[in-house]
């Protein structure tokens, strides 16, 4: 149980072009799911926290505008990259906030990563 | 500020023999630990968590959790090659939902 998946696995684009990615639960319903960038070699970044019917929070630094988020149901939240531009080629992960009820084991799953390239 | 550390590495550890990670948070109100593990490109993969002091077991996998000393480890009995990866370590408290994640330790396993 607890699958995550991302579409797509990686994408080019032109500089100036804006990419969607998904982030599904796929057995699970998720009201917290999390956006996270990872340059080579190095840690999680964590972006925002995508709450189901509401505006994302964005961790400091990040761009609101250029990072749209939208988490429209409790099994999908999709990540824009709007006018996208070389240096924010990077691997973007989604994960999903399982709980179980109780208040010590929410854990987050996480998706494949979207390997995003911007020419 | 909460902080979570771990040995960047690399560990590198025979195969077969017992790998042990380790990790320190700041936050005495920590509630809930987690391992992940990642292999190179690939997104992290969970482990598994532990919430109580003691050990958990889970396979050849043992978490170690101390409060009062604010580390948790992870075991890794009778290591493989395949268990070479970057192991993240990752603390939350209650009624935060985000996770804060150490900058992981690369584990080689040498055959």
């Known amino acids: 149980g607890a699958v995550v998946s991302q579409h797509p696995s990686w994408v080019i684009c032109k500089s100036g072009t804006s990419v969607k990615i998904e982030c599904r639960s796929l057995d699970f319903q998720a009201t917290t799911m999390f956006w996270y960038r990872q340059f080579p070699k190095q840690s999680l970044m964590l972006m925002a926290t995508?709450?189901?019917?509401?505006?994302?929070?964005?961790e400091q630094g990040v761009e609101k505008d250029k990072f749209l988020i939208n988490h429209a149901s409790l099994t999908l939240s999709t990540l824009t990259v709007t006018s996208a531009h070389p240096e924010d080629s990077s691997f973007y992960i989604c994960?999903?906030?399982?709980?179980?009820?109780?208040?010590?084991?929410?854990?987050?799953?996480f998706g494949p990563g979207t390997r995003l390239t911007v020419l | 500020q909460k902080e979570v550390e771990q040995n960047s590495g690399p560990l590198s550890v025979p195969e077969g023999a017992i790998a042990s990670l380790n990790c320190t948070y700041s936050d005495r109100g920590s509630q809930s630990f987690f391992w992940y593990r990642q292999y190179s490109g690939k997104s992290p993969e969970l482990i598994m968590f532990i919430y109580s002091n003691g050990d958990k077991e889970d396979g050849r996998f043992t978490a170690q959790l101390n409060k009062a000393s604010q580390y948790v480890s992870l075991l890794i009995r009778d290591s493989q090659p395949s268990d070479s990866a970057t192991y993240l370590c990752a603390v939350n408290y209650f009624g935060n939902e985000k996770l804060t994640f150490g900058t992981g330790t690369r584990l080689t396993i040498i055959p």
């Open positions: 995508s709450n189901e019917g509401s505006k994302a929070t964005y």
């Open positions: 994960s999903a906030r399982a709980t179980s009820g109780g208040t010590h084991t929410d854990t987050q799953y």
